[in-house]
């Protein structure tokens, strides 16, 4: 097996979008997207609570590409145009295709915010080619016990298969376009090699602990948390020095112009235009304030 070469590793910074204080590894200054992959958002650990709830997003639209969130922590409700209302709980993956346009809402749960508890998860903008930017939106709900699961060796790593394939075992989601996307949880000393396609460029997130790639990049919390590989091998090697979780994803890239404005991911300044005129005519539908 012939690992693939690091093409850089580098710090997730905090950002703040109105209340909300996030890390946002990419989009950057150095890193503008790694095709076909726009923005990656790693929100919380958040104390949630009824004086203090930052991560309640009102109804807003997407038309375009792929939001994917990937609850690590705490539990939370969503409604969409389509009519979809689901509670998310902690390791289930929601996945909407925009396409043509959806109007979607998020945020804790109600009992969970009178509870209390710990929030955090993964936000994905996953692009659309553009002969599938106007397609019918659609909404995917997967739980975290529905996912397979790949053991290593020695016992010590579990990748969770949530899109594509590993080992000839296939994730829950259906995708658009070729895509691996598995959560990995590690022990403290546990080593696994993971295979993806050498057309695919490939990414790793660390959410929390300490691993070394390929035994030579090391991913530590505060210090290297995003890491992208070279098209040039058939997968990597992880060695986890304390316990440790990560998302790692892969995708063709789709090698298009990319216009991007607000919740809008499209090919040209006129596509966007027409987005927000479609979006005040109601053309993407209509979610009431809960």
């Given amino acids: 097996m012939k690992f693939n070469t690091i093409k850089r590793a580098g710090r997730s910074h905090y950002v703040n979008m109105g209340p909300i204080r996030l890390r ?9 997207m790694i095709d076909p992959f726009i923005l990656l958002h790693h929100y919380g650990p958040f104390e949630i609570n009824e004086e203090s709830n930052p991560f309640d997003l009102g109804p807003h639209p997407h038309r375009g ?23 998310v709980k902690a390791g289930d993956v929601q996945w909407t295709t ?35 930017k106007m397609i019918q939106a659609n909404y995917q709900h997967a739980k975290h016990d529905d996912f397979n699961v790949i053991l290593s060796k020695d016992k010590k790593i579990e990748v969770k298969i949530i899109a594509g394939a590993l080992d000839d075992f296939f994730g829950k989601i259906a995708t658009q376009t070729p895509v691996n996307a598995f959560m ?70 789709i090698n298009e112009t990319v216009a991007t404005y607000g919740p809008y991911v499209m090919n040209s300044q006129t596509e966007l235009l027409e987005a927000m005129r479609d979006f005040q005519q109601g ?8």
């Fill in 65 to 87: 590409f792929e939001p994917v969130t990937f609850l690590v922590q705490g539990e939370q409700l969503h409604r969409d145009s389509l009519g979809h209302e689901s509670v």
């Fill in 98 to 132: 925009a396409g043509r346009g959806i109007i979607h809402a998020e945020g804790p749960t109600k009992d969970f915010v009178k509870q209390g508890g710990t929030l955090e998860g993964i936000q994905l903008w996953l692009n659309l080619p553009a002969k599938k």
């Fill in 184 to 253: 990995i949880d590690a022990k403290a000393g546990g080593q696994h090699t993971i295979k993806f396609d050498v057309a695919q460029k490939g990414m790793i997130y660390l959410l929390n602990g300490n691993v070394l790639i390929n035994a030579s990049e090391t991913l530590e919390l505060d210090k290297n948390q995003l890491l992208e590989f070279n098209q040039d091998g058939d997968g990597f090697a992880i060695e986890a020095a304390s316990d440790s979780k990560l998302l790692f994803l892969s995708g063709e890239p």
């Fill in 24 to 32: 946002q590894p990419f989009p950057t200054q150095h890193i503008e």
């Fill in 283 to 290: 053309k993407m539908g209509f979610l009431p304030v809960n």
